[in-house]
């Protein structure tokens, strides 16, 4: 079973930063799918980031080149820094893994969720 703990989130203005953090147990980072989704009140859960066990990263389009996805083997954590940050980011924030290599863009590909963390933007 893999474990996952999210923090990070908090309240910021229009262009400000936040950094979240994906606690892992259970399962090294660097060796499975783990991605954030996000979820605003009354909309789907969506994919913000992707990183897969082969090293690579994806990113949903409203989010490329403002948010970074990273892992840190030695402390086993997923990362996501946040910059440029704008109200539309506003939502719960979900961290999540898959004992697979490969990363798939639906919610369904994914067996382990955290319990989230609250991003709030105000203009």
């Known amino acids: 079973q893999v474990q996952l703990v999210e923090s990070g989130g908090g309240s910021v203005q229009a262009g400000g930063f936040l950094r979240l953090s994906c606690a892992a147990s259970?399962?090294?980072?660097?060796?499975?799918?783990m991605g954030w989704f996000r979820q605003a009140p009354g909309k789907e859960r969506e994919v913000v980031a992707l990183?897969?066990?082969?090293?690579?990263?994806d990113y949903a389009d409203s989010v490329k080149g403002r948010f970074t996805i990273s892992k840190d083997s030695a402390k086993n954590i997923l990362y996501l820094e946040m910059n440029s940050l704008n109200p539309d980011d506003t939502a719960m924030y979900y961290c999540?893994?898959?004992?697979?290599?490969?990363?798939?863009?639906?919610?369904?590909?994914?067996?382990?969720w955290g319990q989230g963390t609250q991003v709030t933007v105000s203009s």
């Open positions: 259970g399962y090294g980072v660097t060796n499975m799918c």
């Open positions: 990183g897969s066990g082969y090293g690579t990263t």
């Open positions: 999540s893994a898959v004992l697979r290599s490969a990363c798939g863009w639906s919610r369904g590909w994914y067996n382990f």
